[in-house]
């Protein structure tokens, strides 16, 4: 019996909680006000992080290029801080605020992107995020197996608009007959659906088996 992969040119990969996961950056966070000179407990950290967190997921559409995210990073550094350390400036601690958000893949995702990429599939990542994360990715190790990075933000169409599979899949050279995007959110289903590709859950540790690969 023929795999699944073989009427497959691409998949499109959502990144949080898909591709990546985020380390608990409460400790970090510490760390750099600890370095400003400002002792937080863990509990005041956390709720500030969640406060920013909360910033974000309303405003990340508006880091739409370097200068933008800039400004957006700089935004939530502010929001964080004023949480936990308003005394500081939120342009100065930027840079650390941004360093403590470590991501990292998740269990069976690198073997899965290696497994998929011997396979002659093109990947994408295709997610409501600005447009750093093609910077995470690259931080997390996970650039090279992507041929794209595709972030709600830039093309200023949010999961489950169809635009944005539409650009990762021109960006790919692939129809969407010939592409499934796999991702954790009913979004990631509706959205490509809607834009005529295949769907599957996570996770992506067992996507290639799944394709029959």
Not at 27 to 33: K, P
Not at 99 to 106: A, I, K
Not at 126 to 131: L, M, P, Q, R, S
Not at 154 to 168: C, G, L
């Amino acid at each position: 019996m023929p795999s699944r992969s073989a009427g497959l040119d691409a998949v499109t990969i959502d990144a949080f909680g898909t591709l990546v996961e985020l380390e608990n950056p409460v400790g970090r966070l510490q760390a750099a006000l600890a370095e400003r000179g400002v002792e937080r407990d863990e509990k005041s950290v956390g709720a500030a992080f969640a406060a920013e967190v909360e910033y974000y997921l309303v405003h990340k559409g508006e880091g739409k290029d370097d200068s933008s995210l800039l400004d957006l990073r700089n935004r939530c550094s502010g929001v964080f801080l004023a949480g936990a350390a308003p005394e500081l400036d939120a342009e100065e601690f930027a840079p650390a605020f941004v360093d403590s958000l470590v991501f990292r893949p998740l269990d069976g995702v690198v073997d899965a992107l290696r497994r998929l990429r011997r396979a002659g599939l093109e990947l994408a990542c295709v997610t409501n995020w600005d447009v750093g994360i093609g910077e995470q990715l690259e931080r997390a190790g996970l650039a090279s197996y992507l041929s794209a990075v595709v972030s709600s933000a830039e093309t200023d169409a949010e999961k489950p608009d169809p635009r944005v599979f539409a650009e990762a899949l021109r960006r790919l050279g692939a129809e969407p007959a010939r592409a499934l995007h796999i991702g954790d959110d009913e979004a990631d289903e509706t959205g490509a659906l809607a834009a005529g590709l295949g769907f599957e859950p996570p996770p992506l540790a067992t996507l290639p088996a799944r394709l029959g690969l």
